[in-house]
């Protein structure tokens, strides 16, 4: 609470980040509307709808400088418990119409009460796989038993796989064989095993059942994507996805680790956020196709080391301490019952292995979906997140390294950068002789013309790349990232805390601001794309190699990044643009594959072992590197290929 008579209290709400201090009494949605946070709201605040739920996050949060308690909020009243559950009521959810602040508050958005729910930019691509998941089904008909013949149903079942179908030394999930009798009389002796690996008879349902579906989940640190794919047809039936409810936490990997290390519940609160997130998956993903959780038969897991341990409630903290170790590098199979998933009770999740240190399973999961290994060029690829991933080389070797990029390709630490949602700016282009600005929002097809009122609300990653690219063809920006004051347009203009460029006048945007590119959201790309290129450079040299064959930009960003855009400001080496790619989710096309295709959870098991990880911070050249990879495209290094995009004509 703030000192002064006012009675003011810190309310900040999560995942948005929007904080300040509101007025003794104030409902959270007011508090929210004050702050620019979206709630959902269909019956205008009448406590009616009950679409406004939100949570209250208890205990003190160190990184937030924040004591939250329920108690600081009004108690609740009847009408607002009857549109809550009772283990909703139980957890702390509120709603924001009603309730009141009397002191600080740490809130939780829940993703259904986002008026402005998030796109998620994690489109995967069709690839095609070849078909050998580890559950199939099994029709079988049993012989009933009798007087004469009373073996055990189990044994009957059995032993009618193996004459059917070749199935030899076959087990039973204890929960399959809890139910068993009553499913063969049920299908009158007729019963369709799911079994797992050829080995374990996973469910029994009775009669003829030919569907079942498997789920493949990429845990980002910051949003948490799933895919349900038919198990028989390897076709996607539906996607989900949500943001990692851990960013409540912590934004990135270390500050989640320290979370875990300073907070005796720490690892529990992040291992249960996570778990009931990929639960509201499944649910979500099981409705979208028409199906019950429970035909989930089997799942893939892929994520960061960190995800990954926390996931699996593994104490990260060895993590973030020398010498990095992970708890394990190896694949697992893990009943998913045992980690509180629910889906079908006898399904198995299969994480894939961690490469090294915090290059996890996810970017296992890039490189089975990419397959250097399998080409002659040098590929790089960059999965750019809010840490950057990088693999280097081709079938005779590879590098692999990672290097924090920061929260600016995700909107953060920008002035009015934001997330990908409807509304945000995700395309800029600038005239280069009257230094105009055209403008595309996400949600909108068409770009901003003078007749429609856009509404953006801020930018986000990909129009941020591109504003600053364009800002640097143009010459608004000079190669090493200042601004080029003298130049003549009422857009370029120089403030209390310097200059900066118009972007969206504020007539344009839902604000009433200007939405503009300052010097330090300049600052803050070239210290995140810097790091990316230096880690690149570093990597060729150590490959012994001049130049790239082929560069693939991936991950929640690399999805929707222009190719023009990223070479022009130097996000990688050079490389001729028709061998850039930007191919959308690879860590979630390698989590797809590997739930339908059981050899390449073997392949990934090797590859993981023969990659080499290079440690770029301790690399003797890293500082020199990074300093001269913050000039745009670079200070030293030529980019011949650049030619090619000044020489377009009519860009779109
Ligand atoms: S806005 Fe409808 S219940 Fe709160």
């Not at 809130?107 to 199939?136: F, H, N, W």
């Not at 680790?257 to 005796?264: C, P, V």
């Not at 693999?391 to 920061?406: E, I, P, Q, T, Y």
């Not at 190719?563 to 643009?577: R, V």
Request: glycine content about 8%; proline content about 4%.
């Amino acid at each position: 609470m703030t000192g002064n008579n006012k009675q003011r209290h810190l309310v900040i709400f999560q995942p948005s980040g929007g904080r300040g201090y509101i007025d003794k009494g104030k409902t959270i949605k007011e508090a929210s509307q004050q702050l620019g946070v979206d709630i959902e709201s269909i019956c205008g605040g009448r406590a009616t709808c009950g679409k406004c739920k939100i949570k209250v996050e208890e205990g003190f949060f160190e990184k937030y400088g924040i004591d939250s308690q329920r108690e600081h909020l009004s108690p609740m009243e009847e009408g607002e418990r009857q549109l809550l559950t009772k283990h909703e009521e139980q957890s702390g959810y509120r709603l924001a119409c009603v309730a009141r602040i009397y002191g600080d508050v740490l809130v939780s958005v829940p993703e259904e009460s986002r008026a402005g729910r998030q796109i998620i930019r994690k489109a995967i691509t069709e690839t095609a796989i070849d078909l050998r998941p580890a559950v199939r089904k099994y029709y079988a008909e049993v012989p009933p038993a009798t007087i004469d013949n009373p073996l055990g149903d189990w044994e009957r079942l059995e032993a009618e796989l193996n004459r059917r179908f070749n199935l030899s030394n076959l087990v039973v999930d204890y929960q399959v064989l809890l139910g068993l009798q009553k499913v063969m009389r049920q299908g009158n002796w007729k019963v369709t095993a799911s079994v797992w690996m050829d080995r374990e008879v996973i469910k029994v349902e009775p009669g003829f059942v030919e569907r079942g579906y498997g789920l493949a989940v990429d845990i980002g640190t910051t949003t948490v994507a799933g895919y349900l794919c038919d198990l028989m047809s390897g076709e996607i039936v539906a996607t989900d996805s949500i943001m990692n409810p851990q960013v409540t936490y912590g934004e990135d990997v270390m500050s989640r680790i320290t979370y875990a290390i300073t907070n005796k519940e720490g690892l529990r609160r992040m291992n249960r956020a996570i778990i009931n997130g990929l639960n509201q998956i499944a649910g979500r993903a099981a409705r979208q196709a028409c199906t019950e959780r429970q035909s989930i038969l089997d799942m893939v897991i892929v994520g960061n080391t960190c995800m990954h341990h926390l996931f699996l409630a593994i104490d990260p903290a060895y993590l973030g301490q020398a010498p990095f170790t992970p708890s394990i590098h190896h694949s697992l199979d893990i009943k998913t019952r045992d980690l509180g998933l629910n889906i079908s009770a006898g399904a198995y999740v299969h994480v894939l292995p961690i490469e090294a240190r915090f290059i996890g399973a996810d970017n296992v999961a890039v490189l089975i979906a990419e397959e250097p290994y399998n080409q002659d060029e040098i590929v790089l690829i960059i999965d750019i997140g809010t840490n950057a991933e990088l693999v280097l080389g081709n079938r005779d070797k590879l590098f692999s390294a990672s290097c924090a990029a920061g929260p600016a390709f995700e909107g953060a630490n920008i002035k009015y950068g934001m997330r990908a949602i409807p509304g945000t700016i995700e395309r800029v282009e600038i005239d280069p002789d009257s230094k105009e600005v055209r403008f595309k929002v996400i949600g909108k097809t068409d770009w901003n013309t003078d007749s429609e009122a856009i509404g953006a609300k801020g930018i986000c990653g990909s129009g941020i790349v591109d504003a600053i690219a364009q800002m640097f063809m143009v010459g608004i920006l000079q190669k090493n990232g200042r601004f080029n004051v003298g130049l003549e347009t009422p857009r370029l203009r120089v403030t209390e805390e310097g200059p900066e460029f118009v972007i969206a006048w504020a007539y344009e945007t839902s604000i009433d601001q200007d939405i503009t590119i300052c010097q330090t959201d300049v600052r803050a790309v070239q210290l995140a794309k810097g790091a990316m290129y230096a880690g690149a450079k570093l990597m060729m040299r150590h490959l012994d190699i001049a130049r790239l064959d082929k560069v693939i930009f991936t991950g929640a960003f690399g999805n929707y990044i222009s190719k023009d855009s990223a070479m022009l400001i130097g996000l990688s080496p050079d490389c001729a643009l028709e061998n850039v790619y930007a191919v959308g989710n690879a860590a979630g096309d390698g989590a797809r594959i590997a739930l339908l295709n059981v050899d390449k959870r073997r392949e990934a098991n090797e590859i993981a072992r023969q990659v080499e990880y290079i440690e770029l911070t301790t690399e003797p050249d890293f500082e020199t590197e990074f300093m001269q990879a913050m000039y745009f495209p670079h200070l030293k290094d030529p980019f011949p290929h650049l030619k090619q995009i000044s020489n377009k004509e009519g860009r779109s």
